[in-house]
C-alpha cells in the first residue's frame, strides 16, 4: 500500500488553533509532508491565514494587519517561511471578488513563486485557479468540492470531501481528500491510491499509516 501525502488540515487542527503558525510548525515537527492555510487579504493587502469571510462580525478585507496580528493571526509569508522547501505547502485562496484578487495576486505569485514546486494552490473558485495558472504556471492547482460537480473542469486535479473519492476514482484524476481523521478511514483511501490526504491529526495520520 502507498502511503499518500499526510497534510496537516489549517496547521495541525486537532491540537493548535486553526491557521496558526504554532500548529503549522507543530505539524512540520511531527513529521507531516505538508501543511494546508486559509488565506485571504486583509486591509492593507497582505494575505493572512483566516478561514472565515469575517472575523468579530467584520468582514477579513476590512482588518487591519496590526489588529489581526493581536488575535494570532498570522500571514501567509510567516507561514510560507516555517514550511522548509521541501515539505507541501497547500494554500487554500477562499473565494474572492474579482477586483480583490486582481489587486493581490501579484503579491501571491511573489510570495509563492519561489516555492512553486512545493506548493499547491486550491480552491472552491475555478476564476481563482484560472488566474493563478496563469499567473504562476508552475504551481500545482485542485479544486475543492463538497459535492461532485456537474462538469470537472479540465487540467485541475481534485480536493473533495473524502467521501466523494470512491465516486472519482474512474476520472483518473490525483485525489486530494479532506478531512480524513479516522484511522480506517485513512487506510481506505491509502488503498484507493489518493494522492495525499488533508488531515486536522497529522501525527495520528503518521502513525496509523507509516508507523
Known sequence: ???PLIIGHRGFASRFPDN????VEAAIAAGADGVEVDVRPCAD???????DRSRGGRPVREWHLEALRRHGVPTLSEVAGAVPGHRMLFVEVKPLPAADLLEGLGVLVALLGPRAS??????????????????????????????VPVRLPDGLELSPLHKLVEALL?????????????????????????????????????EVLRG
Open 1 to 3: 500500500m502507498r502511503s
Open 20 to 23: 496558526s503558525l504554532a500548529g
Open 45 to 51: 493587502g497582505t494575505w493572512v491565514c483566516h478561514h
Open 118 to 147: 512545493s506548493t499547491r494552490v486550491i480552491s472552491s473558485s475555478e476564476p481563482v485557479l484560472a488566474a493563478v495558472r496563469e499567473a504562476l504556471p508552475g504551481v500545482a492547482l485542485s479544486l475543492v468540492f463538497d459535492e
Open 170 to 206: 474512474s476520472t483518473g484524476r490525483p485525489l486530494h481528500p479532506w478531512t480524513v481523521n479516522r484511522p480506517e478511514r485513512m487506510r481506505e483511501l491509502a488503498r484507493a491510491g489518493v494522492a495525499s490526504i488533508t488531515t486536522n491529526d497529522p501525527g495520528l495520520a503518521l
